[in-house]
């Protein structure tokens, strides 16, 4: 694993190191750069402070209603941002790597998604909690899905370039 250094790049992206392989121990065996387990790390961290920008949001839009609204307003939003943070941290991990791995921690993570949410609607439903489910599975998705494309696209970018993109 790389150690962060900083470059006179002046690079804001320092949670994400691609190194070459060659200077990367998980690397052996593959071609071209690489992501770092710490880009895992830095993935997991930048999106539990996403995930929180939705819960407050959340949090303020079912501020003193029914309980059972707000109950299921944050089961809803645990529905999405756990499985979003932990499969988007393998992914992050996977980056760079084997298709297939790639592909199997992207298919785990939209399963988990829609198993999740399935379920929710289902008892939900039984409670009459539709309309606060949505806005627990949107706060919890939306903004978790929107920096993942951010943080791939910026990723892959950098790759396609060949730079090192570090802080």
Same mark, same amino acid.
């Given at each position: ?8 790049? !002046? ?9 070459? #392989? ?7 065996? #593959?071609?071209?750069? =690489?992501?770092?387990?710490?880009? !895992? ?8 402070? =996403?995930? $929180?920008?939705?819960?407050? $949001? ?40 084997? +298709?297939?791995?790639?592909?199997? +921690?992207?298919? #785990? ?10 379920? +929710?609607?289902?008892? $939900? ?14 706060? !919890?998705? =939306? ?13 892959? !970018? ?10």
């Amino acid at each position: 694993v790389a150690a962060p250094r900083r470059s006179d790049r !002046g690079s804001d992206f320092w949670l994400c190191e691609l190194v070459p #392989t060659d200077r990367s121990s998980e690397g052996k065996g #593959t071609r071209g750069n =690489v992501e770092t387990s710490r880009s !895992g790390i830095g993935f997991a961290l930048s999106a539990s402070a =996403v995930a $929180a920008v939705g819960a407050a $949001a959340l949090i303020a839009g079912f501020w003193g209603s029914d309980r059972m609204a707000s109950a299921w307003a944050a089961k809803g939003f645990l529905a999405m941002a756990v499985p979003g943070i932990t499969c988007g941290s393998w992914l992050a991990r996977e980056h760079g790597r084997s +298709a297939s791995r790639f592909l199997i +921690a992207l298919a #785990t993570g939209f399963i988990i998604r829609l198993v999740l949410a399935a379920l +929710a609607a289902f008892f $939900a439903a039984k409670v009459d909690a539709g309309a606060a489910l949505i806005a627990g599975l949107a706060a !919890g998705f =939306v903004p978790l899905t929107a920096f993942e494309m951010i943080w791939f696209l910026r990723a892959r !970018g950098a790759q396609g370039l060949g730079t090192e993109p570090r802080g």
